[in-house]
């Protein structure tokens, strides 16, 4: 009997098996493209934080000088003779300071001063007080007006105005103070206040009333 060949069958492909130490490339772009957002988001998120502390420095930390002037002026008691040349009067006077900081603003007592001429009339205290942050604060003083407190030399000038019915006075004030900001930053603060103004005898008022 013939011998019969035996069949040989193909071997099935085997199966491909990518090496444990090997990555596949989409994962690989996957994870690329995942480190590059994370990239992306904590740069913005450092962009943003540096912004902010910008805005907090320049803004909130920056210390400024309040605002500090004369608002209204009122005459009461007003006496006044021509002969002699006299004048006695109470000026009522409203200061305003206005605190543009974030932090609350403290002073200490001081004063403020009427002129003539280059001398003193008259003189009253200001309290120590503070002003809260952002806010505005009023101060109310009565200032007494005498002419029997200038020199001779100023005299002249003083008796030419008063019988014009017009006098010409000054005033002066100023405060000295801290800036606190967060209950850890104290910056001292000066600021004052020079303004002129005219008496108008007759009608018992003040008219134009200017500070710089």
């Known amino acids: 009997m013939a011998e ?29 493209e995942r480190s590059n957002k994370c990239f992306v988001y904590v740069f913005a998120a450092i962009v943003l934080q ?15 000088s309040p605002g500090f002037n004369l608002s209204s002026v009122a005459v ?7 002969s002699p040349t006299s004048l006695n009067a109470t000026l009522v006077t409203e200061l305003v300071i206005k ?17 003539y001429g280059g001398f003193k009339v008259g003189e009253a205290k200001i309290g120590k007080g503070s002003v809260k942050k952002r806010g ?14 200038l ?4 005299k002249n000038g003083f008796e030419g105005e008063m019988n014009s019915g017009y006098l010409k006075i000054s005033s002066y004030a100023k405060l000295s103070g801290k800036v606190n ?18 008496v108008v005898l007759k009608s018992r008022t003040v008219k134009d009333l200017f500070c710089r």
């Open 50 to 64: 540096g912004i902010f502390i910008l805005v907090f420095a320049l803004v909130v930390l920056r210390v400024k």
């Open 76 to 82: 009461k008691n007003l006496k006044h003779t021509t």
């Open 151 to 154: 020199p001779q030399e100023a």
């Open 181 to 198: 900001l967060m209950k850890k930053i104290k910056t001292r603060k000066t600021i004052d206040t020079n303004c002129t103004m005219v």
């Open 99 to 115: 605190n543009k900081n974030f932090g609350e603003y403290k002073f200490e007592g001081s004063s403020a001063s009427l002129w």
């Open 4 to 32: 019969q060949e035996s069949q040989v069958w193909p071997l099935a492909p085997s199966r491909l098996f990518r090496r444990s130490d090997e990555e596949n490339p989409t994962f690989k772009g996957i994870r690329r």
């Open 136 to 149: 505005t604060r009023r101060v109310s003083l009565s200032i007494e007006v005498k002419s029997n407190r």
